[in-house]
Structures are given as C-alpha cells and as structure tokens.
C-alpha cells in the first residue's frame, strides 16, 4: 500500500435508484475506489442527519448521500426531503467546525452506472485532500457522540425539518 | 449477545473469488465477530445453488442459526431467494440479510487487499444490522370486489367491460355527456380503415346496458380516501337538468332550442350544437345534458323552450336539479382519463387560427367523419370548395425541443390515413411533410406502401413556415408552405389550399392534480408514472391505482385495448386473491411517544398519516404507507419507527461498516 | 424618475443620427431620463464574435462595467444588435465564473470591474414596459390616423428568447403602433432577417432577402416600414434602388425608426427627429399627422 491517506467513506443509497446505479457499475464491471462503504435504506428521504453524524463521529472521514434524481423519486418527492435536510446539514457541520465538504450529495438514476463510478472516485479524492477527520478516534468518543446527541439528535431535527 | 448468526460467503465460480480471499473472509468473520454472535462462517462456490441454499437450511436446523448472513450478489438479485430458504428451514425470512459483495465490492475494484477488506466491513456491517432485525409479517388487506373506472373512453370501456363481463362491478366515471372518447369522434381508423362509430358503439351500448356497470356520465371524482383494497371515492354528478327516469332521449328538447352554441368539445369547433344537447347521435346514454353558461333560461329566465316542448309524462325537463355528491366505494381503480390534443396556435408560424385553411388534425376528423360537421365531405374552410392540393404536417408540438421532445407515436399512421382519405374522396394533391416515418406495428408499414402507391407525396423535412405571403404569381391565394426536402437539399415553397396539421397528444391540462388525488406522479414530460415501464406498465407506485391508454403516454387504439385489458385483468388478480400481502416495510407511531406536533403530517406523499385530533396524536396507516422512511427521520420525538429499516439497525450497522464492534464493548 | 444608462452605439454616431436624435427627443418628451454612458466602445457588432468569442465578450463587458460603475441599474441600447450582444455577454458572465474572470482580468488594465448585475434593455421595452402604452397615448398630440405601418422587428430583437415571449408571433410592436394612432398591418415576415451585414459578404443573397421583407410590405398595403435597428434600417432603406434593378421591382416605401413615428405622433418637428435625410422620402408619412 501507498503511503498516502486512504480515507474511510460511509455512502448512503436509496433503494431504487442509487442502489441500482452501484448495481448498474458493479455488472458493467466500472471501477471505482474502494474506500466507499454501502448502506441501502429505502429513499434518500429515509436519511436521519444524525446518521451522518454518527458516522463522522464513529470513524468515517467522509458521507455520501446518493438518491434519484429530483423528479425521479420512486417517493414521489422524498428526495427533495432529502435535499433540504442535506442544505441544513452542512451548516450545522460548519457550526460544529467540520468541512461542509465532508458530506456530499449525488443524485443517481438507476442507469447511471458511470456516474455513481466517477462520482465516488472523486469524491474519495476530495476526501484525500481534506485528510482525516480525526472525530471519535480519541477515548472521549462515547462523551463526543453524547454530546451530539443531545446537541442535536433530540432538539434540532424539527429544527431541521422545512414544513412541506 | 443471545443470537446464533450464520455468515456465508459466496465464491459466485470466480466472479467473487477472483478479487476477493472468500476463505480469509468467511473464517475472519467467524473468529473476529464471534463476540457479536457468529457461530458460523462458510465459503461456497455458489451460494444461490440448491446446494448453496441447503447448507444454510441445514445450519438453521442444526446449529439454530437465528439469523442469517449471505454475502454475495445484490440483493436486488437474490434476496428473495435466500429468505425463502430461511423460510423453508423455519426462520423468519426478514432475518436474513444480504450483502453485496459482488456489484459493490469484487466487480468494481482490482486491489485484491482493498477488496477482502472491504468485503469484510460490508459483512460487519450486515451483521450488526440483521441483529437488530426483528421477524415481520406480510401485512393482509382484505379486499372490495368493486373497482372504480375514470375516463370513459375506448381504454376505460375495455378495461370496465373486462371485468364486469368477468362478473364484478365496476363504476365508470366519465367528465363528459357520454362515453366514448376521442375514439368517438374519429372517422376510420388506421391501418384497416374501418369506421370507429362501427366497432365502437356496440361496446358503448354494453357498457349502457351492462348489469354489472354503474355508468356516471356528466361527472367528476372530487375526492379518494382509503387504500388498496379500500378505496372510498367522492363524486360530483353535475345536475344534467333532464330527469334521467322519464327522458326517452327522443330529441324534441335540442330540437326546439333556439340556442346555437359551438361545439369544441365533440366537434373541435367545427359544428354547432345546442344548449341542450347530447353530443352525438349514438351517445352513451342517451339523454341529453344542459350547458348552464349556454341557456337562454339560466341566462335571463326565460325561454324554457326544451321543458315547453317535452312530450313525456312526467316532464323530463328540472330546472331545480342539483349537483349530486356520490360516494363510491372500489378495492381497485383504474385511471383512462386519455390526453389533450395539442394546442396548435402554441406554434404561430404554423398560422392555425389566423390562416382559415390550416386545420388540426382532430378538425380533419370530424370533416371526414359522415355524421360530422360536413356530412364528410373534404372542403376548405368556407365548407363548400374541396381543396386541390394540401399539406400534412407531422410531429406539430411532438419531437420539438420547444414543445414537447416526445414522439406522440399515433401522428404517422393518422397523417397516413389522412393522405388516403384527401386522396379517395377529392383526388387532390397530398404532400406529407415529416421528420421520420414510424409504423412500427402489425400492417402498419404495409399502409404506409399503400400510400405511396396511391401517389402521396413524401417530404423529408420540419415544416418552417405556412404562410399567405405570396411571392410569385403561382402562390396568390395559396398557403405556401416553407419546408427543407433534406433528402435532396433544397429549400421547397409548396402552394397548396388546405394544410392539416398532425397536432401531437398532451397530458390532460389536469392531469397533475388529478394525479395527486389518486396519489399517483407524472414524469418529466406529464404523463403518469407507470410502476416499471416495461414489466409493469399498467400498474402505479400507488398500490391499487392502475393507469390505461393515453395517460401513461401516446398511444393508439389497439394499444389502448391492449391496456385496458391489461389494467383489467390485474384488477380481478387481486380481487380474485380476497386479501392482499403487503411487503412489511411500514412506518408505525409509537403513541406513548408522539408529541402530535404534526411535522410529519405533512411530509407524506401518500397521505399516510393522519392526525387524530381525540388523542391528540398522529396515526400512519400501513395500508397507505410505502416505507420510504422519511417521516421516522423527521419525528423530533423519535416516536415513529420502522419495521425493516429502524434507527438502530441503520446506527448499528454504520458502526459495524466502521468495524466499530471490533473492539470489546464498553471500554 | 429613474436614470437609464444610455448606450448609443457606433451607428447612432454615423448613419443613424436621425435614429439617436428621435430617441433623445422622444425620450425626453415622455420623461425618460437617459444618461449617456461615458466613454462607450463599439459593442463588436455581428462582426467581431465569430471571430474572438472572448475578446467580443471583453468588448461589450467594458461598456456595462462603465454603466455599472455610475450605479445605474438599466442599460438600454437602441440598436438590435448591441442590445443583443450586451443581453447575451451580461447573462453568460453571471452563468460563467470563468468567463467573468477572464474578462475581469482584461478590465482591470482600465481599472473596471463587471458583474453583470445590468438589466440589459432594448429602448421599445423600455417605452413600452416602463412608461405604458397608456402614457403614452395620452400624451399623444398628432395620431397617425389610417397611416398604415408594417412593424419590422427583425431578428436580433427576439433573440434573447425570453420566457413566455411569443417570438414567432410576438404583438407589442403592434400594440405600440395602434397606440399612436397608426394602423399596424399584419406584416408576415416582420421577424426575418433582414440579411445584416451580409450585404457586403454576399451582397446577392442579402438583396434577395431585403426584396421578401420589401414585397410582404408593399403588398399588405403598408405606407411604411418601421424598424427598431440602425442595421435593418439601413438594409431596407439604402438598398431599395438595387433590388429594383435586380428583380424589376419598383419599390419605394419609406422606412423609419419607430422613434420617428413616435415622435411625430408626439408632435415633435421633423427637423429634430432627423426626418428630412432619407433617401426615400419620409414626406408621405407627415401627411397623417399634420
């Protein structure tokens, strides 16, 4: 192995769409860097923030959302749900002093094979550049994911949440 | 840690194996996650094999696996397949996971260590997950024999005769007089020619006379409640002012009404009607409906002339009737709701509506048509000259980046069959002007051969302008039409009398809110959403909605049969079957929990969630809800959860994608 | 009364005087304040995009550096094709951070800065927009009474296709015609292309297109052509007598800018709308006025 900085990614896929986009890649044999781990959940719209900060907080340099294309949602219209909770995500990241740029936002349709590909390559790159996040590595982990909890899982998420 | 959790992993020949140290994994699992519950962890060649199933089957049974991990394709793949040989051996199949580590992980990478390592954290991800999976259960709605048809034209016809025929009863609800649709005011149809009256009256007739039809003409649905199985539809029967019982439809009414009104509903704007009137002559049913705006009576109460003239006892003629509110309930709905003719004056170089002689494609229609406005006779707009030379112009408002970028996949053969019936019954001159041919259906192209043997004129170009502007002394008079032959290159001004211009088919101007009443999308370009446009494409994303003909997209009569028959026989499918299975993948509110701050409420697109003012809480309906799982992640109190994708297995299984549980708990 | 920053355009300064002394006259007669931009370059006309894409863009981006540096927030150009240039470069460098870039780089030399937060105008919708077809009837003293005008909109006009505009069939042209008491007449080519500056490269094709725009004229009867650009002013005007003796033709059909018609109908002596320099002579117009 290369001595340079190999950055773990969590990426969260909707059911229909970017899943099969990641399907679509896998049969068409694109490759891509290995450093993005899947969860399948059923729509983008299913995606807790706290998700991504258990994430962050629990070792992850980096979280991916992924989800069909606006006006492709199999939901109808979650992803859009999904997009505002992303906007507002970034800026409580900020708020708590973590590059925005750390969670990234790709629609996927179930054809884009390639675009799921190139877009988590480069995506594993920009994580490269930003380096480790260093979050929960140290002993306080427990004490960090506590205080994120109660800072922001209990209270903010009606905060965070745009009346339809 | 009480559950007995079995980890295979599968070689899938080298397709797996290839990329990924299989062996080291299946062992690294059951000796790295054993305090997490692994008991077992197995390679093998193919898992998804009988032998491959069996192993599994065998564990549960020896070893009481109490969950199940098989690492291999995707799911999407061969989840059902393995949970049904859970199933088999005893185990509820919701607690067998799958991970992919094929389509994520051994076909898309080359580092053969990059790879083993990643298959592993995708393992020790499913692993913390299936823990947390609880045993579900198909949810069982029983469902209503009836079903709900909307839209009375020949796809609603089809699929209502198919199953009241089939011996259950349908409620076809129709917005105009009378059923029959576009189909109704064409005159032949294509490729055979034959006249639509005659092969479509009978079957309106059937639906008029069926036992097992509920015919609402003259209406509206207003309003869906319930869920598959359970539909409970609203429906607004406008007041028609004619007393049903008593009317003969024997016509003395529209006879003697001295109001005159233009058709644009039935005949385009070619004819006139009354303001008392029944559409065509074989309406369904027969009775007559009064235009309110229209009547000299509602106007300035007088005249009466149609309840002076009534000859039955009682009077058939009710000023004071009302609108009437239906309620009708369906287990199944079937939306044929058709499109709207594009609008031609949306393209002003095509000069519809301000050149008398360029006429629409369903003005064409109705002239050519015998009960028409021009007993079928093809004449110019002052209705007495037949036209020497005329025009077709295809894809109007269809394949235009202005307009609308879809092919509207019936204008070809109409605009063939136009340049047939211009040619048998005027002997005029027919260019077609057009992008591409497409008949791509049984004897379709063998009609377009006809055509040309009979002498029609083909134009390979986009029609840029019809125009009066003469130039030479030729084109006095004439509509000239500005069009590049492209296939030999030059620019053609062709003087003709008449124009017809192959209008392209439109989503109804409604069709998104009448979408939302029935909880189902349009795409892109308008037209409703089918569930999978090609091994599904009749049903919706809405259990027990069911879309046939023109709103799921352009297409002719036989494919709106084909449709409607379809839609059909999906409907008795499920009636046929009493109760339906519904995937558990279902949001639930925990009462005790909920704030009844209604944040959810809102976020639903399937109008799941109801507010229930008494307790002061919200409520989802399993039937309705889909699962997408958007509420849970918005409930501030963390008071909805749900079943299949709940917080804790998603938290677990980041934590074990991040090899988390690696080490010993609780330091 | 807002200030809108005025940018005349080469032609305006040469063939097209009568086109910058109606529109300042008119301007002024209906309370439309127009702030000359100071220092204006040429705008790069149909001529230099094709060949420096960048470079024509710097060109035109000077000018609503200028108009932003006064802190206005309109720039109308009477010209057709400078309003277009200016539209499109002001829209692509707000789309474009590149571009804008490589533009600010350039404008720095002159100590400019560019945002593209201009309107970009054409001076017909500001009269129309922004003081009202109302307004100006009523202010209106010499109605062109049964003058029949044919309302030549050419092409670069409609070409920032914005939405909901009709630019096959667009009407405001004529709405502003019937407002000073003309006649507009259904003109069918009044969107074509009037050739541009293809009356120098190809001097043939463009007669044959100046003659379609001539011919639909003539035989609907009008009395006169109005333009709302130096360019199509020029073409249709100054090469009449050339398409005579090429098709045979015996046209001679006065054109003017639509000014011009505005001014007169707003009673302003034709001496200072420049009427009196055509090479066809406006004289029948004034008839229906006066």
Known sequence: MSEQFEPTIIGFTCNWCSYRAADLAGTSRMKYAPNVRLIRMMCSGRLDPTFVLRALSSGADGVMITGCHPGECHYIEQNYKALRRFLLLRRVLAGLGIEPERVKLVWASAAEGARFASETTAFVEEIRKLGPLNWGKTDDRQQTMDDVESSVVNRPSSEMEVPA | MSEKIGVYVCHCGTNIAGTVDVKGVAEWAAEHLKHRGVVIGRDYKFMCS?????????????????????????????????????????LNPYLCEMVSIREQVSWVHTDKVAATEKSKAAISGGVERVIHNEPLEPIQVPIHADTLVVGGGIAGIQAALEIADAGYHVCLVEREPSIGGHMAQFDKTFPTLDCAACILTPKMVEVGAHPNITLLTWSEVEKVDGFVGNFKATIRKKASYVNTDSCTGC????????????????????????????????????????????CTYFKNSKCKACQLFCPTEPNSINFEQKDEILEVQAGNIILATGYDLFDATRIPQYGYGKLPNVFTSLEFERMCNAAGPTEGKIVLRDMKTAPKSVVVVHCVGSRDENYNKYCSSICCMQSLKFAHLVMERTGAEVYNCYIDIRTPSKDYEEFYKRVLEEGGHFIRGKVAEITDAARIPEEEGKLIVQVEDTLIGKQRRIPVDMVILSAGLEPRHDAKEVGKLFGIACGASGWYTERHPKLDPVATMTDGVYIAGCVQGPKDIPASVVQGAAAAARVLGKIQQGVISLEPIRASINKDQCSGCRICNGLCPFNAIAYIEDDNVSDINPALCQGCGTCVAACPAGAISGTGFSNEQIIAQIDGLLLRNLEPAGV | MKQYAYYPGCSLE????????????????????LKEIKDWNCCGATAYFPVDELLAHTLVARNLALAEKDGLSDFVAPCSACYKNAYFTNAYLKKDPDLAEHINYALEADNLHVNGTMKVRHLIEVFIEDVGLDEIEKKITHPLKGLRVAPYYGCQLLRPRKDQENVENPQFFESLLSALGAEPVDYPSKTRCCGGSLIITNRKAALDMVHILLQDAVNRKADVIATTCPMCNVNLEVYQGQVNREFGTQFAIPVMYFTQLMGVALGIKPEKLGIGKELVSGEPVLAFAY
Request: glycine share 6%; aromatic share 6%; with cysteine.
């Open chain 3, 14 to 33: 040469s063939l097209a005087t009568s086109y910058n002394l109606s529109t300042l006259e008119v301007a002024q007669t209906l309370g439309v304040d």
């Open chain 2, 50 to 90: 009988s032998l491959g199933q069996e192993l599994v089957e065998n564990d549960i049974k020896e070893l009481g696996l109490t969950r199940v991990i098989v690492a291999a394709c995707s799911p999407h793949l061969h989840e059902k397949t393995f949970r049904t040989a859970c199933e088999r051996a005893g």
């Open chain 2, 251 to 294: 016509g003395i009414c529209w006879e003697k009404c001295p109001k005159k009104v233009v058709d644009d509903v039935f005949e385009a704007g070619m004819g006139i009607r009354k303001a008392i009137y029944r559409p065509f002559a074989q309406a369904v049913p027969k009775y007559p409906v009064m235009d309110v705006e229209n």
